[in-house]
């Protein structure tokens, strides 16, 4: 039993007993996962280049200390970024983002705003076009 105990390592996620050997750090099923979320930073950094862990966190949902995990593990480099202390235009939270002019809860705000009076406004279009009358005619009657 000794011998076997030796040649186990585990999981750095789910502790989950792998093979001495392995060249991964974490099981099969937590190495997806880990790839996964690397991924979706890559993307993001493709899209932003240069941008913080902060406003990672914040646009992505992804933990800090996760993002400092990848950094500590050489899978990402950390640069300075001349761009630091940028204020939101709605709400004036830090940003610490170049690429983005409005916080993430700000945009979602406008943007449902922005659908809403779509709807309103196709909503008043519509009902006008049901009744096949201009407006105009209806107020110069009215005199």
Do not use: W
Not at 47 to 61: I, K, N, V, W
Not at 68 to 77: A, S, Y
């Amino acid at each position: 039993m000794g011998k076997l105990s030796r040649r186990l390592k585990t999981c750095k996620r789910c502790k989950t007993p792998i093979h001495e050997n392995s060249l991964r750090e974490y099981c099969s099923r937590c190495y997806g996962i880990v790839e996964e979320v690397f991924d979706k930073i890559r993307e993001y950094l493709r899209e932003y280049p240069g941008a913080t862990a902060y406003e990672m966190e914040q646009r992505l949902g992804i933990p800090i200390h996760v993002i400092n995990n990848f950094i500590k593990d050489g899978r990402l480099v950390e640069i300075p970024n001349e761009h630091l202390n940028l204020q939101c235009l709605r709400c004036g939270c830090l940003l610490l983002s170049a690429y983005h002019k409005y916080c993430p809860i700000c945009e979602t705000e406008m943007k449902n705003g922005i659908q809403k009076a779509k709807e309103e406004l196709s909503g008043t279009l519509d009902s006008s076009k049901e009744t096949g009358k201009m407006h105009l005619n209806y107020y110069l009657r009215k005199k």
